[in-house]
């Protein structure tokens, strides 16, 4: 595998090794998506390809990456539950709340993360914030009537405790993302959330939303990689899984 060469990639690196602690022969586990993502990938098909695992990724690309690295991959339909699931973030507050999405995968991530007993993050510590918002809230919609539902999320946001209140459609060069399930991505610029559970309702609650990029309640624990190659863990205290 090629080796880590940025600070960052050292981080995220450090990060995806040590979760490979996490992981035992005959696991059926969720594979996240996105850069730190790929570095778990690739170790597990060098180190634990032989260890039964069955593997359910959260993105077409993650799908391919884990076939060329010759783990058993399946579709979640196949599967019944999962044991695990790994995966990074764009941003994590103190409770492990999460932004994500960054990679534009957040509808699968979150259907993968909620069928999985566990889900651990894997992040670079430039991930982890006192508060969320400073990255952009990733919201997965429909594309039928995307502008009428993009309407509906700035009234909503003009509520809302949050700093900024810009909403734009994400692009992919000259084209508008479109997901693995055929869905728009608008990208809310919020600088700070002031009440994430409360927003992520009152999104939810939106005809044409799909689903938002805030994960509340669904991470176990984070693996924090530092650009030295250590780790530091962030554990919920307290809470059930919703
Ligand atoms: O949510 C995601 C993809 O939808 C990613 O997990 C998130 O964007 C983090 O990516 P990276 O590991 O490249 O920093």
């Known amino acids: 595998m090629q080796e880590p060469t940025t600070p960052a990639e050292r981080a995220k ?3 995806a090794r ?3 602690d996490y992981v035992e022969p005959g696991m059926r586990l969720g594979l996240g998506t996105g850069s730190t993502a790929v570095f778990l990938v690739r170790l597990l098909g060098e180190r634990m390809a032989d260890r039964d695992l069955l593997c359910v990724p959260t ?3 993650t799908a391919a990456l884990a076939t060329e690295c010759g783990l058993n991959v399946r579709a979640l339909e196949d599967v019944d539950a999962l044991d695990l699931t790994i995966d990074g973030a764009d941003e994590f507050d103190p409770g492990l709340t999460l932004i994500k999405g960054g990679g534009g995968s957040l509808l699968q991530e979150k259907i993968v993360a909620a069928a999985s007993a566990r889900m ?3 992040a ?3 991930k982890a914030v006192s508060r969320l918002g400073a990255f952009p809230l990733p ?3 429909v594309r039928f009537g995307w502008r009428s539902t993009m309407r509906h999320i700035e009234r909503l946001l003009a509520t809302e405790d949050v700093d900024g209140r810009g ?3 994400r692009t992919a060069g000259d084209e508008p993302f479109v997901t693995d399930e055929g869905h728009f991505i ?3 610029d919020l600088g700070r959330i002031g009440d994430a559970p409360g927003l992520a309702r009152r999104l939810d609650s939106l005809p044409g939303v799909v689903e938002t990029g805030l994960f509340l309640g669904l991470a176990d624990a984070a693996i924090v990689g530092r650009e030295d190659g250590g780790v530091d863990f962030v554990e919920r205290v307290s809470g059930d899984r919703t």
């Open 18 to 20: 040590r979760a490979l």
């Open 124 to 126: 670079d510590e430039s």
């Open 59 to 61: 993105s077409s690309r």
């Open 139 to 141: 919201v997965e919609v």
């Open 186 to 188: 608008l990208d809310l």
């Open 167 to 169: 909403v734009r459609r």
């Open 13 to 15: 690196f450090a990060a």
């Open 120 to 122: 651990v993050v894997i």
